[in-house]
C-alpha cells in the first residue's frame, strides 16, 4: 500500500542542526511532488516545504526559508530535509506528504498520504 | 501569501446532529480547496479535495462546498468517530501552501 515512513528526529540544541528522512514505498515516487508540514505542540498545521517530482525546483515557508534545505533521492524513494540553525520555534511534529493530484481533469492538489510524523525538539 | 480563516475554532454537538465548517480564503482559491481529519496523535487524513470531491472511504455524511473565497465543509448525522479536528487548505498558491487554524468537534 501506498506508505511514507519518517525518521531523523529527536532532541538538538538551538543553533544546530538535523536532517529528516521520508522513505516512500507503494507508488512511483519519481512521479510525485512532495511535501514537508510540520505541527507545533498543541497548534495547527503549518505548510513548511515542496519539491518537485524531479527535485530540480523547491519552494520553502518564509520560516525556514535560508536554514531548512529539501532534497530527494528518487533512486532510493527518500525525501530529506536538513534543518539548520534550528531555533525553539521549529520544535515540531514534521510530516511528509505526497502532493496528489487528479489523473484527469483539472489539476486539483491536495496532500495524500501523510507520513505518521517525527518529533523534533529543539531546547538547551 | 493566502490566508485562511476557520470558524468556529471549536464546537461541540450530539450525536446526530449537522456540523457546519467553514473556511474563508483572504482571495479566491477557485476550488483549490481541501479538507482534512485529524484525531489525536495521528497524522491528517484527506476528507475532501477540490472542494467537493470526497474521497474513497470516507463516509458519505461527509460532504463539502463553496467557490471563490468561501468554502464549507458539513457533517451530516454526526457520529462518535466523527471527534476530531478539522483543517482546510488552500492549494491554489502553488509555492505557498495554506491552511486554516482548525476546528475541534467535540462530542456532547
Known amino acids: 500500500q501506498v506508505q511514507l515512513v519518517e525518521s531523523g528526529g529527536g532532541l538538538v540544541q538551538p543553533g544546530r542542526s538535523l536532517r529528516l528522512s521520508c522513505s516512500a514505498s507503494g507508488f512511483s515516487f519519481s512521479d510525485y511532488a512532495m511535501h514537508w508540514v510540520r505541527q507545533a505542540p498543541g497548534m495547527g498545521l503549518e505548510w513548511v516545504a515542496l519539491i518537485w517530482n524531479d527535485g530540480t525546483v523547491t519552494y520553502y515557508s518564509d520560516a525556514v526559508k535560508g536554514r531548512f534545505t529539501l532534497s530527494r533521492d528518487n533512486s532510493q524513494s527518500t525525501l530529506y530535509l536538513q534543518m539548520d540553525s534550528l531555533r525553539a520555534e521549529d520544535t515540531a511534529v514534521y510530516y511528509c506528504?505526497?502532493?496528489?493530484?487528479?489523473?484527469?481533469?483539472?489539476?486539483?492538489?491536495?496532500?495524500?498520504?501523510w507520513g505518521q510524523g517525527t518529533l523534533v525538539t529543539v531546547s538547551s | 501569501d493566502i490566508q485562511m480563516t476557520q470558524s468556529p475554532s471549536s464546537l461541540s454537538a450530539s450525536i446526530g446532529d449537522t456540523v457546519t465548517i467553514t473556511c474563508r480564503a483572504s482571495?479566491?482559491?477557485?476550488?483549490?480547496l481541501n479538507w482534512y481529519q485529524q484525531k489525536p496523535g495521528k497524522a491528517p487524513k484527506l476528507l475532501i479535495s477540490?472542494?467537493?470531491i470526497l474521497q474513497s472511504g470516507v463516509p458519505s455524511r461527509f460532504s463539502g462546498t463553496g467557490s471563490g473565497t468561501d468554502y464549507t465543509l458539513t457533517i451530516s448525522s454526526l457520529q462518535s468517530e466523527d471527534s476530531a479536528t478539522y483543517y482546510c487548505h488552500q492549494s491554489y498558491s502553488t509555492h505557498q501552501h495554506t491552511f486554516g487554524q482548525g476546528t475541534k468537534v467535540e462530542i456532547k
Open positions: 482571495r479566491s482559491v477557485y476550488s483549490f
Open positions: 506528504a505526497r502532493e496528489f493530484i487528479p489523473p484527469a481533469g483539472i489539476e486539483y492538489k491536495s496532500f495524500d498520504p
Open positions: 477540490a472542494a467537493s
